[in-house]
């Protein structure tokens, strides 16, 4: 069974157009972590919750934020997606009584049109 | 510069060994990671090593850390044509359950 999982894997948005996308877990891990991923480069850290402590990283654009309302869900908002913004986007999570291993979803493949 | 670096590309032989190397910056992390990558998919841990060990080995996969050098490699014995995807290495950046650092990946190609 999939224990973290992202919803859509695939979306498309409009330059400027809010979107959402939504990441859950199974794990009731208190650490969850969303990453950029573009074309043959490194996934980057955006930002992570501690539990409902949020760290976001010191390079990440403002047009990115994130919620987390409970445990299970984390949520990734671009308010104004740029062409510069498609990538893959992946959730992790992971527990800090663990050794430090993060935990991914499939990912969600974002497109801007 | 990368904090952690790779080298992109290696391709090798079914049946053959398969060495994937990585250097990382960061000399206070606690654990080093592998994870693997396949085309459109999310990342999947394939192993990790403590900092105060030298070596790990798990099945068909070997790592070897050198602290000293900041050095850390991932050898897969026999390899199969499943095998073939991107392999990153990753630090951890603070202590456990904060943040991975990734490398770019390092491509593996095995040929039949």
């Known amino acids: 069974d999939a224990m973290v999982i992202q919803n859509p894997r695939y979306q498309v948005t409009q330059f400027g157009k809010p979107v959402t996308l939504s990441c859950s877990q199974t794990?009731?891990?208190?650490?969850m972590y969303w990453y950029q991923q573009k074309s043959s480069q490194a996934p980057k850290l955006l930002f992570h919750y501690y539990d409902k402590d949020f760290n976001n990283e010191a390079d990440t654009p403002d047009n990115f934020q994130s919620r987390r309302p409970n445990t299970s869900f984390c949520f990734l908002d671009i308010r104004s997606p740029g062409l510069g913004d498609a990538a893959m986007y992946l959730c992790?999570?992971?527990?800090?009584?663990?050794?430090?291993?993060?935990?991914f979803g499939q990912g969600t493949r974002l497109t801007v049109v | 510069g990368e904090d952690v670096e790779q080298s992109l590309f290696l391709s090798v032989r079914e049946g053959d060994s398969s060495v994937i190397n990585c250097t990382y910056t960061?000399?206070?992390?606690?654990?080093l990671y592998w994870y693997k990558q396949e085309p459109g998919a999310g990342l999947q841990l394939l192993t990790y090593?403590?900092?105060?060990?030298d070596m790990k080995q798990d099945q068909r996969l070997t790592v070897l850390l050198n602290k000293k050098d900041k050095h850390l490699s991932l050898r897969i014995a026999d390899t199969q044509t499943g095998d073939s995807a991107i392999y990153f290495c990753?630090?951890?950046?603070?202590?456990?359950?904060?943040?991975?650092?990734f490398g770019k990946g390092t491509t593996l190609s095995v040929s039949s």
């Open positions: 090593i403590f900092s105060n060990m």
């Open positions: 992790a999570t992971s527990s800090i009584t663990g050794e430090g291993e993060a935990f």
């Open positions: 990753a630090e951890s950046r603070n202590q456990a359950g904060t943040a991975l650092i």
């Open positions: 794990l009731n891990h208190n650490v």
């Open positions: 960061d000399s206070s992390s606690t654990y």
